[in-house]
């Protein structure tokens, strides 16, 4: 196995970012440990939720949105640190929860689009009844995301799934991981293709198939996996870290400003937390 960072990320998922080369939607391979209740890792998004909150009702739109992202973000991170429990019904309140502030985003967002709009006169009633359908529509496509997140039938990919098919997909890519630790990456690969088969945007098999091909030396396709991982997942900040950090290993100096780029896509339009060692390399 090589000893780079790349691969020491694998040796123990939940070391610090400082530390990791890639971020790896997988959760402690320490079975042994006890699982907190998810009330408890759910507090930081919670708390997030709540300042948010407080600052749309002060008015403070921008301020709220971030805060909102921010939350985005720490929901993505407890999804993607916890898959065996992601797509079960106790991880239904992480899927409202996202629903509401994807819904609260685009509510705070068409109203400050509107208030900074210049004022549709009281007698031009066919601009009025365009913004009302347009308000209703927003309304409409809240109301349905939460209906869906309610409904416990999406996993945290997006798509429908059925407990058999979430049970395969969790040992196909715990497998995968272990085939990519022991560096057979044609037998990772291949996991992760029947993974991609049945999901084509799988967040996490996505992620490791950019590292099967980072270390068969194909950084081109590498880069490819990982710009339609960003397409698929544009809310989730680990694609663009992912990339910021693969540019960095293979492009040097000459790639320091996209992968600037992507890293602060990361931050600015996910939310993502700053990232002492992307930050380092950028310098």
Request: proline share 3%; net charge negative.
């Amino acid at each position: 196995m090589k000893a780079n960072a790349t691969l020491a990320v694998l040796a123990a998922v939940a070391v610090t970012a400082a530390n990791a080369s890639w971020y790896w939607p997988f959760g402690s391979d320490d079975d042994e440990k006890e699982k907190p209740r998810l009330s408890e890792i759910m507090e930081p998004a919670s708390l997030l939720i709540d300042s948010a909150s407080d600052l749309a009702d002060d008015g403070k739109i921008r301020e709220a949105v971030a805060e909102y992202r921010k939350a985005l973000a720490e929901l993505d991170r407890i999804e993607l640190e916890n898959p065996d429990r992601a797509e079960t019904d106790e991880f239904a309140t992480v899927r409202n929860k996202r629903a509401y502030v994807n819904a609260a985003i685009d509510a705070l967002l068409l109203n400050e689009a509107r208030t900074s709009a210049k004022a549709v006169a009281v007698t031009d009633t066919t601009a009025l009844e365009r913004k009302y359908a347009s308000e209703k529509a927003a309304r409409a496509a809240g109301d349905r995301a939460a209906a869906e997140a309610r409904s416990g039938s999406q996993g945290a990919s997006g798509v429908r799934t059925d407990p058999a098919a979430a049970a395969a997909r969790r040992a196909n890519l715990a497998k995968a991981v272990e085939l990519f630790k022991n560096g057979d990456y044609d037998a990772a690969d291949a996991r992760l293709a029947a993974i991609l088969a049945a999901n084509p945007s799988d967040c996490g098999a996505m992620n490791l198939r950019a590292a099967v091909l980072a270390e068969r030396g194909d950084a081109v396709a590498a880069e490819r996996v990982l710009l339609q991982l960003i397409r698929a997942n544009p809310r989730s900040y680990h694609g663009y870290y992912n990339l910021a950090r693969l540019i960095l290993k293979t492009r040097g100096e000459e790639g320091k400003a996209a992968a600037a780029r992507y890293y602060e896509s990361g931050r600015d339009i996910c939310g993502g937390p700053v990232d002492p060692d992307i930050e380092e390399r950028l310098r």
